[in-house]
């Protein structure tokens, strides 16, 4: 294979960074400038899907917001920027990754990247606004609030660790 069409397959999913990064942004800048913070903009299902808008300075389930704000900044900015670099350099050193799994690193970079610049340019901490009602599962009513970014984490993430658990798998079946 000519390395321009290893470095293409390698370029093409990035789009998908670029995309998730911008639909991100996008929706958290309709969400800050239409609803006002701590509100409900709209319902759906009744009340089984929210748009509603929610600052949320820590990390996942707001875990950590009430840390000092210079140690919120180091462990929440500094240290995922330095895994977003280590990711994409493993990214485009490694020539092993399937397709499916490029575009779902790509997909948790794009994710990552937007939550950091929400991090890095809002003072506020990051925008959430998508509320899903959870019926008491885990003892919650609903589930905690998130964005396009930590969906595209997670159906990313997931994605990719299947991929990995079933590459391995016919590896070792082969063996």
Request: glycine share 8%.
């Amino acid at each position: 294979m000519p390395v321009t069409k290893k470095i293409s397959d390698k370029m093409i999913p990035l789009s998908l960074t670029v995309v998730l990064l911008a639909l991100d942004q996008i929706t958290k800048y309709f969400i800050v400038k239409f609803i006002p913070p701590f509100s409900i903009g709209a319902s759906f299902f009744g009340n089984f899907l929210r748009i509603i808008h929610v600052n949320n300075s820590g990390i996942a389930f707001s875990v950590g917001d009430t840390l000092p704000v210079t140690i919120r900044s180091l462990l929440f900015s500094a240290a995922p920027l330095a895994v977003l670099i280590i990711v994409l350099v493993i990214y485009f050193r490694n020539q092993t990754f399937t397709t499916l799994q490029r575009w779902c690193i790509c997909g948790i970079i794009g994710g990552g990247f937007g939550n950091l610049s929400d991090r890095i340019f809002r003072p506020e901490g990051v925008i959430d606004f998508i509320d899903i009602k959870f019926y008491g599962i885990f003892g919650l009513d609903r589930w905690p609030t998130f964005n396009i970014a930590d969906m595209s984490v997670i159906i990313c993430g997931t994605i990719l660790v299947l991929s990995f658990i079933i590459t391995i798998s016919r590896e070792d079946t082969h063996d």
